[in-house]
């Protein structure tokens, strides 16, 4: 690995040295001898203070760009050709148009920019893309992606439609360096650079933590932010976060419905309609309903889930945004299948341990939104809200050790309970100034928070009196009936957390060259727990102060270099901080420190290109004090070190790929209560390598070519069993019927090939899916 390093900081410094060097000479080889000038305005005719305009050479893919003055005014000194014109401001929508200066020496404009909300979504380019130019998620400001010290993956609804993905799990495949953890097959589970966590997800920026799975019917994108981030998103975010980025009510009118149908019995449908109302009111709805099988036998799912938005423009200062979701979620709770001699067992992919008729998840999920945005020349007040009612509930049945023999397998099951209600409210101040040439986006803001849990455990009893049983390995389902009732141990306990934070942040462009972010986060993180069962009350405060720095070196416009350091903290109570004891009260958070470097390249306007090589130290973890076994000391680290890979969006006008290669080592570096010093971290594959290919034979047919492929991983941290390393490959075809109405047909695995897609420990491991193909009918209008 440290051959791996040295080679790309040379290489770094190659691409920064050369590029500097040919840069300035080439400008002055040829005279820019055309002027684009003009004004950027809002719809009444104000002007726009501080908007970037970029213009986009058609032939050279170049890149000129300016900042508005206060009066809204800009010059861009351009040579002769066709460009396409970007402008971009925050709390506007962007806005690209195409202009030719082949022939006139000087052109005037004047461009009016429509508030964020009255377009479908900030994008800029072709609508049948696979990225995005610029996103508020990594800074709380618009930026442009390239111009953000942080590795980003943007999944994109183009790509989640092309490949009919519908959970989050679907949509991490072709993320470079993430995996899917198993989560019990009751949750999402990601793990982001080493770091598991079933508490990393967000929606539009806000905390959205409960274990559930998440649909993305009613998503303009997933946003996947690597590394430590507190700055932005608080605690947790140990190896980083899923951010999802939700559809809102536009002016424009708006149909789209999708109906699918498959191999395991599998049932979806799912639409969105947007209507203005007037020229100050939209609204809009998105809804889905879905009944499925699986290849997994007796395993079904069943979910329904509405979402009601709307947009209030009451000037043209100002934008009020109102949101609500529900979503029911029924589920067979499927464990997997146990290990035999440090590998899967071999039994059919289909094999189900336990009862299925008495395993279940369910999930009821309502969340409600209101963001309020003002806009008063260089300043902009943002207030955002989300409130989240969750009740979930499972059951399930526990493959365990196979006997030497292997013909007997243990069984257990246990039943979990969790209602929660959150309340978060983030404010946020961003001006727009300037001290000298320095441009600086100064944000300022505050967070406050609090979250209400109750959890409830059971444990099954078999026959009434037996935690476990023992299992025929060739007869894997029974009968016998459980009840289920609390343990001595099991829990049942009410928790209390509280945030209040408070942060500041500079984007400060130091020149047309260099780009400085500068930011520090404060939180106020206390945890109250009471023990309902003995009546114990504990207490956990902290006092966590996240910095955050990330310089930016842009070679040209369209190619950014990158190094940052991201700061992060986990409670000792974890990231679902379910419980507090007696030691974990008295133990110090987790602490993560990112470092990284990076490049990201427009190779053209509908093309990145994107690199990093990180560190991720994660310290403070407990481990067993080698003088006295009888106490817990916080002595125990982790390091995550790797190179990531991306690119997205059109190679050609027909081909349109979305992907990535990730290499990554994580160990234990110094014992940890659950691991030796050198122990290989589970689920994280050394290899990873996605590559999702679009290419558009005709006008209306098209076919796609995706490939998978991970070496093998460890299924826990004593590394004893392992699932082997594969490669999957998927296609797709489309077929344009009519202008509005589109024919896809998707098959998965395409050559059967057998594998394992992930685990929950050494005994419950996921078979991957057998070859099984989707048939799709998109109507937009």
Known sequence: MHVVWRHLLRAVVFCVGASLAWAEPSLQVMQANRE????????????VVGARVTAVSVSQQAEVSAVTDGQGQFTLKLFPGRYVVLVSAP???????????????????????????????????????????????????????????????????????????????????YVPGVMVHQGENNRDQVILRGNSSSADFFLDGVRDDVQYYRDLYNLDRVETLKGPNAMVFGRGGAGGVVNRVGRVASFRPVREFTMQTGSFGRKRLSGGASQALGTKVAVRVDALAEDAESFRSQVDARRYGVTPTMTVVPDAH???????????????????????????????????????????????????????????????????????????????????????????????????????????NQTDLTLVGHTGRVRHTVLTGAEVGRQSTDNLRKTGYFGNTATSMQLPFQSTVTAVPVTY??????????????????????????????????????????????????????????????????????????????????????????????????????????????????AKWDVRTGLALTGAIYRLDRTNTRAVDPVDPTRIVQTGSQRSTGFEAGANGRLTRQWTLAGGYAYQEASIVSATAAAVAGARVPQVPRHMFSLWNNYQVTPRIGAALGLVQRSEVFAAIDNTVRLPGYLRADVAGFLALTQSLRLQVNVENLFNTRYFSNADGNTNISPGSPRGARLGLVATF
């Open 485 to 598: 009732r609390q343990s001595a141990t099991d829990a049942a306990n009410h928790l209390i957390a509280r945030v209040a934070a408070v942060y500041a942040q500079d984007q400060a462009e130091l020149s047309s060259r260099v780009q400085l972010v500068a930011g520090l986060r404060v939180d106020r993180f206390t945890l109250d727990y009471e023990n309902r069962r003995t009546g114990d009350q504990l207490s956990r405060p902290d006092t966590l102060v996240s910095p955050r720095l990330g310089l930016v070196i842009k070679p040209s416009e369209t190619m950014s270099l990158y190094g940052s350091l991201g700061v992060s903290f986990v409670p000792s109570s974890g990231d679902q901080f379910s419980s507090l004891t007696n030691v974990t009260e008295q133990m110090k958070p987790e602490r993560l420190h990112n470092y990284e470097l990076g």
């Open 91 to 173: 709390g506007f929508a962007v806005l690209e148009r195409e202009l030719d200066l082949s022939t006139a020496s000087a052109t005037a404009t004047t461009f009016t920019v429509q508030v964020a909300g009255v377009t479908e979504s900030v994008r800029v380019t072709a609508p049948e893309g696979y990225r995005i130019a610029a996103t508020r998620s990594a800074t709380k400001t618009p930026t442009l992606l390239r111009d953000i010290p942080q590795a980003i993956t943007v999944v994109t609804r183009e790509l989640v439609r092309d490949q009919m993905m519908q959970g989050v799990g679907d949509a991490m495949r």
């Open 318 to 424: 100002t934008t009020v945004t109102l949101r609500y979701e529900f979503l029911n979620d029924r589920r067979t709770a499927d464990r997997g299948i146990p290990s035999f001699a440090g590998r899967p067992v071999e039994v059919a992919p289909s094999t189900f341990y336990g009862n299925p008729a008495d395993s279940h998840v369910r999930a009821n999920v309502h969340l409600t939104s209101g963001t309020v945005e003002r806009r008063l020349g260089r300043v902009t007040l943002r207030n955002q809200t989300l409130m989240g009612v969750y009740a979930r509930a499972y059951q399930n049945y526990v493959p365990g050790v196979v006997n030497a023999t292997q013909t007997q397998v243990a069984l257990t099951a246990y039943g979990n309970e969790t209602s929660r209600t959150n309340l978060f």
């Open 36 to 47: 684009l000038s003009g004004s950027v305005q809002d719809a009444m005719q104000a002007a």
